[in-house]
């Protein structure tokens, strides 16, 4: 359960104030579905990483599951990241020195998981996601819609209650992005709560609640109850 | 995160970096690779130096004429004499228990001729006991005589070069040889290959003490060799010797004893310090590598600016992060120090070959001394690439492209 309660938050560029973030406010109750679009710069992708603890608002409530995350230590946000939050990215951020494997493995690696533990649950997010045949590969070897499912599984290793999608599909051609929706969703599907930033409408319209923003301020927030 | 995957992960962000992470390896390695050799062929110098001391004979005291101002240090190179260091000067001395042996020594040059042959060389005027208190061999013939010091007899003891250069192929014992205008009877050759300190024994010739002082017409020893019967007599010899000198002396304390040890112990002052001190300047060469290491990571950081801001967002804490290239950059220098103990090792090994005689090598320290900084500059060079990657902005991390 995550209870935002009028975040703001500001970027100086240059000699302008910019207002990424403007009375936000927003509940989203645990395995909800929810589509972020808007225009360029509305913030969308601030409120992401603010959903995320990779950002501080400036001022404002952010609870998460009751517990109040912006007066927290940066160490103790690392600690919420780690094991409640997953993150998949428009440029899927994988290492590439790493295999298919030992990406979505770091992050058990950072927390001190033993190979043996690892090695078995990397396995299990592999079948999951159909890609054993291409655990040893490196990211170089492999397509698009295959590196961001890599991207995805590291993202679910830890078993997170909160995936954030920052345009998952911005660097997919349709085939490949219709697949990674449809992972995201079954994912959303077995009780993840999953926030996806779209720029696009046929994406953004499978969602149960639409969000969208303009200059830093949630427009409009509707709830489609007859999901596709 | 566990050591042994810690250890695989860093490898694995070095290996990436190939061409980086070799040259970083190049220099760190030539840095303790020329700690180590430096300080070994220092090592060598002074082992060189000792040997030879050694060689000079063993609790050996050197008398000489003249009071030096430093007691027990070099020999005074300026000044009078006070008062001549005569022959019956040196025949007092073996009354005591403690010295086993003495050796009066005149030197001077002068030509050597036989036949229509003629070298400038060394002559020594001394008696039999020179000869075991310096560990000369002899090579064919007999030694100085044990005769009375005072008798002037006319035998000589040549050095094997001097013989080879006078007699070319003839056999020499007991032929006559002519140095200045006197003749002297050739009665032994020592064995060749003889080396002393700033003296070579290949080119000179031997005569009895009395005979030399006749030669060069003084009555003055240049030296008077003492050898104490054991290590613990040296000082009591020491002692008497002054003693008896200054008895026959007048109460005048007009000569310089210089012991072994204590010449010995000025020498490896000076070569240990020497050692340090090249040692020292080489370790300059890794705080270089210190610096490159330093630089090699911060584009490592630069260049992993997204790996890093995935981390966090992946939940490693800041000082996780900081271990994670701190570790990174001690890896690198740890590498490249044992890659510069091989070179070292070759170096050591290929100079031992080349140069059989000169004993080099490593004194023990000087490679844990050389990895330890090494190290040491890896940690201390890392810590702002470190902390830099670990204050990295994680968004602003991730969205550059
Ligand atoms: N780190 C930052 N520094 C300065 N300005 C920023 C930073 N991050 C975002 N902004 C600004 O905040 C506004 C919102 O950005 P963003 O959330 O990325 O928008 P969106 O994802 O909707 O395109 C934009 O005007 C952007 O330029
Ligand atoms: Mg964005």
């Known amino acids: ?228 | 995160m566990r050591l042994s995957e810690l250890l695989r992960f860093v490898t694995g962000s070095l290996i990436g970096a190939r061409t980086r992470t070799l040259l970083m390896l190049l220099a760190m390695s030539i840095g303790v690779a020329s700690v180590v050799v430096l300080t070994a062929l220092g090592e060598g110098a002074r082992r060189y130096v000792i040997d030879e001391f050694a060689q000079l004979g063993t609790h050996l005291l050197v008398m000489l004429p003249g009071r030096s101002e430093t007691t027990g240090g070099a020999p005074p190179l300026f000044g009078e004499t006070p008062r001549d260091l005569t022959l019956s000067d040196a025949m007092a001395l073996p009354r005591h228990r403690s010295i086993l042996r003495v050796a009066p020594i005149t030197v001077g040059n002068a030509p050597v001729s036989y036949a229509n042959r003629e070298r400038e060389v060394t002559v020594i005027g001394a008696t039999h006991a020179f000869f075991p208190i310096r560990h000369l061999t002899i090579g064919s013939g007999r030694p100085l005589p044990m005769i009375d010091p005072e008798r002037a007899v006319n035998v000589a003891v040549l050095g094997a070069g001097l013989r080879k250069e006078l007699f070319g192929k003839q056999r020499p014992l007991g032929k006559w040889i002519r140095i200045n205008d006197r003749r002297y009877r050739v009665i032994g050759i020592l064995s060749s290959g003889g080396q002393s300190i700033g003296r070579n024994l290949d080119d000179l010739v031997i005569i009895p003490v009395a005979a030399a002082q006749s030669l060069f017409d003084t009555p003055s020893l240049f030296r008077v060799l003492i050898q104490a019967r054991s290590q613990e007599d040296i000082p009591r010899a020491q002692a008497a010797a002054r003693d008896t000198i200054r008895e026959r002396h007048d109460g005048e304390d007009d000569v310089t004893i210089i012991t072994q040890d204590a010449l010995l112990d000025t020498f490896d002052g000076i070569l240990r310090a020497l050692t340090y001190t090249v040692g020292g300047i080489a370790a300059i060469s890794l705080a270089v590598a210190g610096i490159l290491v330093m630089n090699v990571m911060l584009v490592a950081v630069s260049q992993r600016v997204a790996e890093i801001g995935l981390m966090k967002a992946l939940g490693a804490p800041d000082r996780q992060v900081l271990r994670l290239f701190l570790i990174e950059s001690v890896v690198l220098a740890g590498s490249g120090a044992i890659f510069g103990l091989a070179i070292a090792g070759l170096g050591i090994l290929a100079l031992g070959q080349l140069f059989p005689s000169f004993p080099i090598a490593a004194p023990l320290w000087a490679p844990l001394a050389a990895v330890a900084v090494a190290l040491l500059t890896g940690l201390l060079f890392g810590i702002l690439p470190a902390r830099r990657a670990a204050r990295l902005d994680p968004v602003r991390a991730l969205s550059r492209r």
């Open chain 1, 1 to 228: 359960m995550i209870e935002l309660r009028g975040i703001e938050r500001h970027f100086q560029v240059g000699d302008e104030r910019v207002h990424a973030l403007n009375e936000v406010t927003l509940d989203l109750p645990s395995g909800d579905y929810v589509s972020v679009m808007g225009p360029s710069g509305s913030g969308k992708s601030t409120l992401l990483n603010v959903l995320g603890l990779l950002d501080r608002p400036d001022s404002g409530s952010y609870r998460l599951d009751d517990v109040e995350t912006t007066t927290l230590i940066e160490e103790k946000r690392a600690a919420l990241r780690r094991s409640h939050i997953g993150f998949v990215f428009q440029a899927f951020h994988l290492v590439p020195r790493l295999t298919a494997a030992d990406n979505i493995g770091l992050p058990m690696m950072l927390a001190g998981a033993g190979p043996r533990a690892r090695g078995a649950r990397v396995r299990e997010v592999l079948e999951s996601l159909k890609l054993l045949a291409r655990a040893q590969h490196r990211p170089d070897q492999l397509s698009g819609g295959q590196r961001q499912r890599v991207a995805i599984g590291r993202a679910i290793v830890m078993r997170p209650a909160l995936l954030l999608a920052d345009e998952p599909t911005g660097n997919l051609d349709r085939h490949a992005g219709s697949e990674v929706v449809a992972l995201l969703e079954s994912l959303n599907a077995s009780g993840i709560t999953l926030v996806i930033v779209t720029h696009d409408p046929a994406i953004g319209r499978r969602a149960r609640r639409q969000i969208r923003m303009v200059d830093g301020r949630i427009e409009s927030d509707s709830v489609d109850d007859a999901p596709v």
